[in-house]
């Protein structure tokens, strides 16, 4: 013969149940405003240059590596601040700016950097 499982018993808790606490998480800001000196900050700023910048030039400024560079442009720069990036093939490779204009003809032109 097997023998059965003991059946568990349910147990009453002396305490009171626990409530909703409330959140210690400040709350997201509209427009966060950006320290002075960050890296975020030079990146931005490498992007708005009429020229433009390149990956590896993002990434010897700022010491990162190229799939964090590929993933603040995409992350960041694109869905959280909503900019208009560019990516033009050139001959020193691929140049990414931001552009101010959305109504400019290089929306069309637009790659997604991958």
């Given at each position: 013969m097997?023998?059965?499982k ?11 149940a626990?409530?909703k ?37 993002i ?29 033009e ?7 990414y ?17 991958a």
């Amino acid at each position: 013969m097997t023998r059965r499982k003991p059946k568990l018993t349910t147990l009453t808790r002396s305490r009171p149940a626990k409530t909703k606490r409330k959140s210690s998480r400040r709350p997201m800001r509209a427009h966060a405003k950006t320290r002075a000196g960050t890296k975020h900050e030079q990146v931005l700023a490498m992007l708005q240059d009429r020229a433009g910048t390149t990956i590896a030039a993002i990434m010897a400024a700022t010491s990162w590596q190229q799939h964090s560079v590929r993933g603040f442009l995409a992350g960041i720069v694109r869905k959280k601040l909503g900019l208009n990036l560019v990516s033009e093939p050139r001959e020193g490779g691929r140049v990414y700016r931001i552009i101010d204009d959305a109504s400019s003809s290089a929306k069309a032109d637009r790659v997604i950097a991958a």
